[in-house]
Structures are given as structure tokens and as C-alpha cells.
């Protein structure tokens, strides 16, 4: 009797995870073969000085365009690649794209690059980052690499090293989605951060929520006394735009300045330089 209820449950359990096993194996493979295909793509959206109101800088918004589900954002695949290892790749592909259709932009402009934890610790960053910037003739100054909070918790000595190693080459690394971690305050005394993203759960509720703005404001407050420049995202109203502006916060992104689109698509907003004749081949058969 214990025997066979415990068979059964066994059972169960094993299908359950088969299941879930095959499901990831069949991401996985549908992954490997966006990048080998050219599926992905980046979209750019802009961010805008506060005090000149002009655009300052892009982040990087992975997209992939899947042959039969169309579409598809980071929210529904960037978890599976991370899984299952294919995000250094992936994400080695989108360092490499990012700072190739850069050079269309103007010199002054920042370009921002989501990483995430697993990348942190590949091998390949580094060297990926440096080639990327040389063969593109992009000022390292100009690549901020955003990451979250998530990248902080686990094997924090190596990440500090990491992260120190990136910063000598000459970027800057901005926490992204502060607030909505773990958020522990010791990370901003111990990593090297040049600026926070105040996540948009905050931003969004703004125009309602006295907490919201107190947070939001604290948020800042805590940026500028740790020199760090501050990024609200998720900006869609003219009252948050300005009461973030009134309390002095750097910069804004969102879909009240811009939805994130294909570079191409800015043109109306952003002096972009015309597509490089011979864009040197970013290779999606370059493993990562
Ligand atoms: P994130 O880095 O925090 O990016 C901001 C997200 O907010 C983006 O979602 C953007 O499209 C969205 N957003 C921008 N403005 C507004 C707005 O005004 N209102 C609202 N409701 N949303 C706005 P998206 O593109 O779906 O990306 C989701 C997340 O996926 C990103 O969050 C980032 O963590 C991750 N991700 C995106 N691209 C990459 C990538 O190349 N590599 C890695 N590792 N992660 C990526
Ligand atoms: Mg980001
Ligand atoms: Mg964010
Ligand atoms: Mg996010």
C-alpha cells in the first residue's frame, strides 16, 4: 500500500517535471535558432534630459520576432534563456548589435544595455564588451550596463570584482528596477553604481499615491548624496514628467517621450548618421 502511493506520487511528480523539462528544452531550441535566424531585434527608446528636454541617451529593448507566435517581448523568453544558459549569447548578441547600430547615433549619446546575472559571470563579457566598442569606434563612456538587484545576491564578491573590472574599461553600470528587490541599502555603499533607475511601479502611481512621490523623492535624495545620477522609467503623463522634474530627477524614459522602436523608426526625434554601407557582420554563429 505505502508502496504504491508512493509509486503514485512519484509518478506524478516525475511527468510533472518531464513536462516542464521538455518545455524548456523546446524554448531552448526554438532560442538557439532565433539567434542562429536573425529573429531578434532591438528596439531603442530614448531618454530625455530633464533640464534641456532633450534626448540624452537610448536603452536597448530586446524583441523577438518569432515566426509563428509574431512579436514576442523579453517578459515572455529572458527567464528561459537565462534557465537554460543561452542568455550569454543571446546577450553577447545584443552588446554586439546594440553598438554596432550606436554609431548612428549622435556622439554625445548614451547607450544603455540590459545584462542579466547569468552574464555577470560568463567569460566572454568582458572580451565581448572591448571588441564590440573597438570595432564600432564607440567612447566605452557611452555603454551603461543596467542590471538589477537579483545580479547583487548571489556570489557578491565575484559580481563587486566584475563589476570593478567593467568600470576601468570606462563604462557605467546603473541598478535598474531599484525599489523592487531586496533592495538592501549596503549594495549602493559597496557596488560602484552611476545610476539608479527608479523602477516604474513607483513613477506609475505618482499622480495618485502620496507614498509613491514620497518614495520617489527619497529615492532621488539618496541618489544625489551618493553622486549617482537618477533615471525615472514608465513616464507616460505630463504630471508625473513634471513632478519628477520639479524634484530634480536627471532623466526620463517612457512611452510620454517614446515607445521603444526599431532605431529606424526615431528618426523623426534622433539626428541618426544613415545606415554604414558595410555594417561589419554581427555574427550570430560567433558563440558566446
Ligand atoms: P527594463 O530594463 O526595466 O525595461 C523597461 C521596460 O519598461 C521595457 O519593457 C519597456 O518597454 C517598458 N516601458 C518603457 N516605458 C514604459 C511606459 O511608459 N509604460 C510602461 N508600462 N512600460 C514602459 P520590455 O521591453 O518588455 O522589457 C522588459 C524587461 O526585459 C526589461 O526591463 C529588462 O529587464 C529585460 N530585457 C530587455 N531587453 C533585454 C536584453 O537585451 N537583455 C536582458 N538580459 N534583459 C533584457
Ligand atoms: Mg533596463
Ligand atoms: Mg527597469
Ligand atoms: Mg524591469
Not at 531552448?28 to 528596439?43: I, W
Request: glycine residues 6%; aromatic residues 6%; proline residues 4%.
Amino acid at each position: 500500500q505505502a508502496k504504491e502511493s508512493g509509486k503514485r506520487t512519484w509518478c506524478v511528480f516525475s511527468s510533472e517535471l518531464a513536462d516542464r523539462a521538455e518545455a524548456r528544452r523546446s524554448v531552448e531550441m526554438d532560442l538557439h535558432r532565433a539567434v542562429e535566424n536573425s529573429e531578434l531585434q532591438l528596439y531603442f527608446q530614448p531618454q530625455v534630459s530633464t533640464k534641456t528636454g532633450e534626448i540624452v541617451g537610448c536603452e536597448t529593448l530586446i524583441r523577438w520576432n518569432h515566426p509563428t507566435r509574431g512579436l514576442i517581448g523579453p517578459g515572455s523568453f529572458i527567464q528561459h534563456a537565462e534557465d537554460s544558459g543561452i542568455i550569454t549569447r543571446l546577450g553577447n548578441w545584443a552588446l554586439r548589435e546594440a553598438l554596432s547600430q550606436a554609431r548612428r547615433l549622435p556622439k554625445h549619446m548614451h547607450i544603455a544595455v540590459n545584462i542579466s546575472p547569468l552574464q555577470i559571470h560568463s567569460a566572454s563579457l568582458v572580451s565581448t564588451i572591448i571588441n564590440a566598442l573597438a570595432t564600432n569606434g564607440i567612447d566605452p563612456g557611452r555603454l551603461e550596463l543596467e542590471i538589477t538587484e537579483s545580479v547583487l545576491m548571489t556570489d557578491t564578491e565575484f559580481t563587486l570584482d566584475r563589476l570593478n573590472q567593467l568600470k576601468q574599461i570606462g563604462l557605467k553600470i546603473s541598478l535598474d528596477d531599484f525599489g523592487t528587490g531586496f533592495s538592501s541599502l549596503s549594495y549602493l555603499r559597496r557596488f560602484p553604481f552611476d545610476r539608479l533607475k527608479i523602477d516604474k511601479s513607483f513613477v506609475e502611481d505618482i499622480d495618485h499615491d502620496e507614498d509613491s512621490r514620497a518614495i520617489t523623492k527619497a529615492t532621488l535624495t539618496l541618489a544625489k548624496a551618493l553622486n549617482m545620477k537618477c533615471t525615472a522609467e514608465g513616464v507616460e503623463t505630463e504630471c508625473q514628467k513634471q513632478f519628477l522634474t520639479d524634484i530634480g530627477c536627471d532623466e526620463l524614459q517612457g512611452y510620454l517621450i517614446s515607445r521603444p522602436q526599431p532605431l529606424e523608426k526615431l528618426k523623426h526625434l534622433i539626428n541618426l548618421a544613415p545606415e554604414p554601407e558595410s555594417m561589419p557582420q554581427n555574427e550570430a554563429t560567433i558563440v558566446g
